[in-house]
């Protein structure tokens, strides 16, 4: 009888695991892909909250105006949605941030991944007042931000990876020595020994839409690289050299008025320099903004620079940018 309930027991848990296995499976499968666009934030969190201290912390976090655009435009789209409306429709959003207030709860902030859709990225903050919701948010704001963030460059990396330009990156290997993945709709503008520039032109209506990426490399002398006015002298003498206008006795130059914003970031495993700056066609009427990625290439002391720009007059140029910026991030030196 023993042995009986034994094979039992065992035949149970077998079909127990297969069951567990099978829904992982099933769930894994069934997830929609995300919805929204690029840089949208759901924000479901109860009215009375949304106008008063929490409310007010959530905007202050998130809709605080990116850096280095020509014109206002925030860290990311929020969208406010109540809770008595926050219907299944709603879940697939790639970018959620749920908010509960309930007078006798913890307070709590959970970060939450793939919850209803692919991809998807879920902040749950949990707190018994107003006032303690809106701090919570307050003091974990560069965090969070960051965490949507990157996760919108992961989303845009993948994609990158899915659609690769194969000849782009053979080139920018050979040269640079980079693993670097870009979308199959840039071409080559210019190749030349230390420099390589990308394009992508488009048409939207009647409006023209431009991005670069250029891909530049000097030897390693000093610490003073990195210092941000030597890093747009830099610049400023390459673009001079082969970015020229509609002209050729015009050239991109950066905003000597603007200051570009600067940043210390990790590059896969390597010190980088981000600049966020403005820059013009001298002797034209084109402009727009840029970002900038600079590195050292210890095993050969040469420093590399990885340079996107965005030119759309009649449009917003925060997602145009952070494709760019995904696409930087990417980079990787080979052996």
Not at 33 to 59: C, Q
Not at 76 to 83: E, S, T, V, W
Not at 166 to 176: E, G, L, N, Q
């Amino acid at each position: 009888m023993a042995k009986k309930s034994f094979y039992f027991s065992v035949f149970t848990f077998f079909l127990f695991s297969v069951v567990i296995s099978s829904c992982d499976e099933i769930n894994e499968r069934v997830l929609p892909r995300p919805s929204g666009k690029s840089g949208n934030l759901l924000v479901v969190i109860d009215s009375f909250y949304w106008n008063h201290k929490t409310g007010e912390a959530i905007m202050e976090t998130f809709a605080k105006t990116q850096e280095g655009l020509p014109q206002r435009e925030p860290l990311f789209d929020l969208i406010f949605l109540p809770h008595q409306h926050f219907a299944q429709i709603f879940k697939t959003n790639r970018n959620i941030i749920l908010v509960e207030i309930k007078p006798n709860s913890k307070n709590k902030l959970a970060i939450n991944s793939e919850v209803w859709s692919t991809t998807q990225l879920v902040v749950t903050i949990t707190a018994p007042t107003d006032e303690i919701a809106a701090q919570t948010i307050l003091k974990n704001g560069k965090v969070l931000v960051d965490y949507f963030n990157n996760k919108e460059l992961e989303r845009l990396q993948t994609q990158t990876n899915q659609s690769s330009n194969p000849k782009i990156s053979s080139v920018i290997k050979k040269k640079f020595n980079l693993n670097f993945n870009i979308d199959s709709y840039y071409r080559i503008a210019t190749d030349t020994t230390d420099f390589v520039w990308l394009k992508k032109d488009k048409m939207a209506g009647e409006h023209p839409i431009s991005q670069g990426v250029f891909i530049y490399s000097y030897p390693y002398t000093s610490d003073s690289t990195f210092n941000v006015l030597s890093l747009t002298d830099k610049r400023n003498a390459i673009t001079k050299q082969y970015i020229k206008g509609t002209v050729d006795s015009t050239y991109m130059q950066s905003y000597a008025e603007y200051v570009p914003n600067e940043r210390e970031i990790n590059i896969n495993g390597l010190y980088a320099k981000e600049l966020r700056g403005l820059w013009f066609i001298k002797g034209d009427f084109m402009g727009g903004p840029y970002v900038n990625y600079t590195f050292v290439d210890e095993k050969r002391n040469r420093v590399i620079c990885i340079d996107g720009y965005v030119f759309a007059p009649k449009f917003d140029k925060r997602e145009f940018l952070r494709e760019l910026e995904a696409f930087a991030l990417s980079a990787k030196i080979t052996d």
